[in-house]
């Protein structure tokens, strides 16, 4: 008699790549989206998958650490790894809206451990041509300036939106080395993760958003000439992401790439965190227009979550009925 797996679903997990962090990440920005829009119960509920996603993504982190430690000494050192800060600093700021800010500030410390070991080693990796995910080590580091500036809103923690400033702009920097190593032909060719060029810009938009939002009225953060810059680097940031996502939009509908892939996970973040920027922004600069594009942006979104959350669940049943 044959003898079977008797943890099917463990064997399924230990053979996913970093890259399958996208889908905390996807989730997670669709879950701030939705909330920002009022679609509280929706919210909820996409946040309900995405923290189900992270625990058994950090659960499988850990085993592998434990037990496989070649494995994940040499997955560590590529652009996918930084997914699980990504992820858990999208998590944060949910976590921080709804005012669950002990676990907030617990996820950003665990993020600010991981971030500086693993972007390292993803920095000494990158060789030229490279694809989109090389933009997860801006995207890993504005998400600490996004979690950051969250938090920074309280009484108290002006320390916290200067240090958040400081990942912003190192963000941007991060995005130039990317953008120096990223091929240009995935634009065309690639299977999801290129949309992360877009990504890690409109990310760096709600970073530059929350920032300025941090600066309540009668709550001195920046002088004028730093609020000015803030608000026009980070309105540049915005139209830069929109015309990014129009880009890989057309690119798409020249050359379509149906069927499921891990990496369609990075499409779908994009799109959503594309959508948060135009939100925030929309409120942050007092420009009301971006508030309808980033609603139309939303739904467009949250179809792709779910067009990809319904790949996933059929590749991965397929997976398991042929480990059993």
């Given at each position: ?8 679903l463990r064997?399924w997990l230990?053979?996913?790549p970093?890259?399958a962090?996208g ?9 701030v989206?939705l ?5 509280e ?32 000494m040499s997955?560590?050192g ?6 699980g ?6 998590l ?7 005012g ?10 665990l993020?600010?451990?991981?971030w500086?070991w693993?972007?390292?080693r993803?920095?000494?990796?990158s060789?030229?041509?490279m ?15 996004l ?7 309280a009484p108290?923690?002006a320390?916290l939106?200067?240090t958040?400033l400081?990942f912003?702009?190192l ?36 970073a530059?958003?929350?920032l ?37 939009l057309?690119?798409?509908?020249v050359?379509?790439?149906p ?7 990075s ?11 135009a ?18 942006l939303?739904w ?12 996933a669940v059929?590749?991965?049943r397929?997976?398991l009925?042929?480990?059993?």
């Amino acid at each position: 008699m044959p003898v079977t797996s008797p943890l099917p679903l463990r064997a399924w997990l230990a053979q996913r790549p970093p890259a399958a962090g996208g889908a905390v990440m996807a989730s997670g920005i669709v879950s701030v989206g939705l909330h920002l829009t009022g679609f509280e119960p929706l919210s909820l509920a996409v946040l309900a998958v995405a923290c189900l996603a992270w625990l058994a993504l950090a659960a499988d982190f850990v085993v592998r650490l434990l037990r496989e430690r070649a494995r994940w000494m040499s997955e560590a050192g590529t652009p996918g790894a930084l997914t699980g800060v990504a992820a858990t600093t999208v998590l944060g700021t949910r976590f921080s809206a709804l005012g669950a800010r002990t676990l907030a500030e617990a996820l950003l410390a665990l993020a600010v451990v991981l971030w500086p070991w693993l972007l390292v080693r993803v920095v000494r990796n990158s060789r030229r041509p490279m694809p989109g995910a090389v933009f997860l080590c801006c995207v890993a580091t504005e998400g600490l300036a996004l979690l950051g500036a969250s938090l920074a809103a309280a009484p108290g923690t002006a320390w916290l939106a200067h240090t958040a400033l400081v990942f912003f702009w190192l963000g941007l920097a991060l995005y130039l080395f990317a953008l120096s190593r990223f091929d240009l032909r995935h634009v065309h060719e690639g299977r999801g993760d290129h949309w992360v060029a877009g990504g890690a810009l409109a990310i760096s938009a709600v970073a530059g958003a929350r920032l300025i939002a941090a600066a309540a009225p009668g709550r001195y953060l920046w002088n004028e000439d730093d609020s000015g810059v803030l608000h026009t680097v980070t309105l540049g940031l915005l139209v830069l992401a929109l015309c990014w996502y129009a880009v890989l939009l057309v690119a798409e509908l020249v050359r379509p790439r149906p069927g499921y892939d891990v990496r369609r996970w990075s499409t779908v973040f994009p799109m959503g965190m594309t959508a948060a920027a135009a939100l925030s922004g929309a409120s942050a600069l007092g420009l009301p227009a971006f508030s309808g594009v980033g609603e139309v942006l939303l739904w467009i979104a949250v179809a792709a979550w779910l067009a990809v959350a319904v790949g996933a669940v059929l590749d991965a049943r397929a997976e398991l009925r042929a480990a059993r």
